[in-house]
C-alpha cells in the first residue's frame, strides 16, 4: 500500500508542490529529446534510403566534432575550420560509397550492416591516430553559439532556460525544415523517396543510385556535425560520445525507422519521459534509471504500435 | 493483324540490334546466342512459354543484366558494358512483370519521378523553388499532366499508388516509363492480370503511344490475341534460344513454334 502510494501518488503530488522545479524538468527533458531527435535523425535519413541500419553514425559525430575542433586547433579560423569540416563530411559520404557500398550493392541488408561496424571501427582508429585520444573542448563561443542562462520567474519560483539550449532547439528545428522540404519538393528528393520505394525501378528511370547514396550519407554527416557541436558544447568531444547512438535506438523503436517526423516526435518523448522518471520516481529505483527506462518506453510502445508511431504500417497484397 | 504504319519500318532504321547474346547464372542459361533487331517505330513482341527468357532479354536490353557474350548496338553505338543508369540517359524506358511503382507516392509524384532525367537545374535553385528551378518544375508538370490526361487517370491524380487496384498502377506505371520520353518502350506483360476491357485499354494506349509520339516498342505478352493484334513482328524464345523471328502471321505458321506452344509428342 505504501508503495503504490509512492509510486502512483506521490510524484505527481510532488509537480503538484514545486510546478516550477515541473517545468524545468520538462525543458530539460525537451532539451535532451532535441539531441536525442538529432541522432536519431542520422539514422533514418540512410535507412529510408539504403535499408542500411548505420552504425556508424554514433562515431560520424564524434569524427566531425572532432574534425571541426581539431582544424581549429591548428590555428585555422572557426568558421573556415567548419567549412573543412563539412567538405570532409561530404569526402566521407564519396569514400563510403565508393568503397563500401558501391562493392556490396545487392547484397542481403545484414552484410551491409556489419560493413558499418567495420566502418566504426575504422573511424575510432583514423580518429585517434590523427586527433589523438584526449577530450577536446567543443568550441562553442568562437562559434558565437551564446552561453549563460535566462531565469524566469514562474509559479513562485525560478526556471533557468540555458541559451546553448534554446540555440540547439532553433537550429534543430530550421534544419528539420530543411530536411523536409528537400524530401518533399526537390528533385532529388524526389529521387531518394523512390529508392527507398524500389531500386529497380529507381533505376529504370534513370535514377542514379551512387548519386543517391553520396547525398544522403552526406546529409547524414551534416546531421552528425550539428549533433557533434551542439553536444559537445554541452559536455566535451571525447570518444565515448559515441555511445549517445545507443539513445537512439529507442527513438527510432518509438518514432519507426522510417519517418523524420517520427524521429523528431520519439526523441522528445524518450527525453521528456526519461527526465521526468529520473527526477520523480528515480530516488524510489535508486539511480541509474535513465541508462535503462528509455527502452522501458519504447517498449511499452512496441507492444501496441509494432511498426511504431509514425512508421509505415506493412500490408501486404496476398 | 496490324497494318505496320509509319516509314521508319519501311525504311528498316534499326534502332536497337541484339547480337549472339548469351546470359548464364552459374549454370543455368537464361539466354542462349539469341541475335535479333528492332526497327524504328515498330511494335516488336517477345513470345515464348514461361522461363523461356524473355524477362532476361529486357533486362539485357535496359542493363540491368551485363550478357556474358554478344553485343547490343543502340541508335548505332554498340557498347559492351550498358548500366540502367546509361540505359536510361539514352531513352530506354520500362514496365516491369509485377508492378514496379514508388508505393509511398502519389500517382503524379511516380509519373514525375519519371522526368527525373529531364530536369537538371541545380539544386541551389532546386532548394530556393524559385528562379529557373520553380519554371522548369512547372514546365514538366505540364508535361506530366498531358500524360495524365492521355492515360484517364486524372481522378487518381493524389492518391498514393499502393492503395490503388492492379489495372490502374499498370497504367500508372505506364505513365511513369512515358513521362521519360523514351525511344524505346519496354514493356513486361503490361496486360498481365487484366480483364478483357483492361486489356483493350492497355491496347489502344500502346497503339497511340506508337501512332502518335512515334516511340519504338517492345512487348512481353501472354495473350496470343493481344500480341497478333498489336505486333509487327514477333521474335519467339524457348528455354532462353531463338526458335521464330518474323511477322506474326509467319510465326503462328512456324512449327517448332507450335511444338513449343503445344508440346510435342516422344
New interface residues.
Partial sequence: MDLAYKILIDPFMQMGAAPDLLVQTLWEGLVAGVLYSLIALGFVLIFKASGVFNFAQGIMVVFAALTLVGLHELGIPAFVALFLTIVVMFGLAFLVERLMLRPLVNQPDIILFMATFGLTYFLIGFGELVFGGNPKKMIASELYLPSGAYDIKMFGGFVSLQKIDIAAAVIVSLMVLFLALFFQKTRIGRALRAVADSHKAALSVGISLEQIWVVVWFAAGIVALVTGIMWGARSEVSFSLQIIALKALPVLILGGFTSIPGAIVGGLIIGVGEKLGEFYWGPLLGSGIESWLAYVIALVFLLFRPQGLFGEKIIERI | MRVPGGADIATGGVLLAVENVSLAFGGVKAVTDVSFDIRKGEIRAIIGPNGAGKTSMLNII?G?YQPQHGRITFKGETRSKMR??DA??GGI??T?QNV??????TSL?NI???R??R?NKN?FW??L?FGPAMNEEVEHRRRVEEIIDFLKIQEIRRTPV?RLPYGLQKRVELG??L??EPELLLLDEPMAGMNLEEKEDMSRFILDVNDHFGTTVVLIEHDMGVVMDLSDRVVVLDHGVKIADGTPDEVKRTQAVIDAYLGVAH
Fill in positions: 535496359n540491368f540502367p543508369h536510361a540517359k524506358a520500362r516491369f514496379a511503382l514508388f508505393r509511398g507516392m509524384d514525375m519521378a519519371g527525373t532525367l530536369m539544386l532546386q532548394l523553388r499502393g511513369r516509363a513521362a521519360m
